[in-house]
C-alpha cells in the first residue's frame, strides 16, 4: 500500500466551479501535512501547509482529518490559472521523510 | 524568500559520463534533499543530508552519489549516466525536521 494516495484526474471543470481534492495517508503517526502545486515541467511550489484546525488562504481551504487519516483542499471560484498538477505531501514524525502523492490534475475550462 | 538554484536548467549527456548535478540554497537550511520526477512514478528519493558531510541513502540511490562539502551546496552526482537515469531532478531544503519543501526549478536530464 502507497503511503500516500490521490486520485489522479484529471478533474475538468468551468471557470466558478468548486472543486475538492482528497489524498488519504498510512501512518497515523504522520505530523506534517502540505499542499504543493505543480505547473507542468516546473518545481513544485508550497500552496498551503495543513494545519489540524484547518486553514484558508484566500479562495483556498485545506483540511485534515486524523481519525480518517486524510488531507483535503477545496478551491473555491476557480481560475484558469488554478489549472496544474496538485500534489500532497505528508511527513511522519520521524526523521527528514517527505512521501508525496502522485498528484491530482486540475484543468479548469472557460 | 528562500532561493534554491540548480545549475542548469537542460541538460544533455551521453551514456557512460560522469555527470554533476549542483544545487545551493541561501537560507542556511540544514537538511537538503535530492529527488527525481518521472511520470507515472511521481518524486522519488535519492540522497539527502542533514548536515556538512553527512549524507543518507533515500529510496534508489544505486547509480548516484552525493557531496556536501558546504552547508549552502548540496550536489548530485552520476558516476557512469545511463539512458534509465534520463529524469527532471529536483532538489529541495528544509529549514528543520518536517518542515516544508523548498524546491529548486529544476533539471531535466537527458542521456543518450
Known amino acids: 500500500r502507497k503511503e500516500v494516495e490521490q486520485d489522479p484526474g484529471p478533474f475538468n471543470v468551468p471557470e466558478g466551479a468548486t472543486v475538492a481534492f482528497n489524498c488519504t495517508y498510512s501512518?497515523?503517526?504522520?505530523?506534517?501535512f502540505f499542499w504543493y502545486r505543480q505547473d507542468c515541467r516546473k518545481e513544485p511550489k508550497l500552496l498551503m501547509s495543513v494545519y489540524s484546525s484547518g486553514n484558508e488562504d484566500g479562495r483556498f481551504t485545506a483540511q485534515l482529518n486524523r481519525a480518517s487519516q486524510y488531507i483535503s483542499l477545496l478551491i473555491r471560484d476557480s481560475k484558469l490559472s488554478d489549472s496544474a498538477t496538485y500534489l500532497c505531501v505528508v511527513s511522519p514524525g520521524n526523521f527528514n521523510k517527505f512521501y508525496f502523492g502522485s498528484g491530482t490534475k486540475l484543468n479548469v475550462k472557460p | 524568500d528562500v532561493k534554491v538554484t540548480q545549475s542548469s536548467r537542460y541538460l544533455v549527456k551521453r551514456t557512460g559520463e560522469k555527470v554533476f548535478l549542483e544545487c545551493v540554497q541561501d537560507m542556511d537550511h540544514e537538511n537538503m534533499f535530492w529527488y527525481r520526477q518521472d511520470p507515472g512514478l511521481g518524486l522519488r528519493l535519492i540522497y539527502f543530508s542533514y548536515d556538512v558531510k553527512m549524507k543518507e541513502k533515500g529510496d534508489i540511490p544505486e547509480g548516484y552519489s552525493v557531496s556536501r562539502e558546504k552547508k549552502e551546496r548540496f550536489s548530485l552526482i552520476l558516476e557512469s549516466a545511463s539512458t534509465n537515469q534520463t529524469s527532471m531532478y529536483l532538489c529541495a531544503s528544509t529549514e528543520g525536521k518536517n518542515e516544508k519543501l523548498f524546491f529548486g526549478s529544476g533539471t531535466q536530464l537527458s542521456v543518450l
Open positions: 501512518n497515523s503517526a504522520s505530523q506534517s
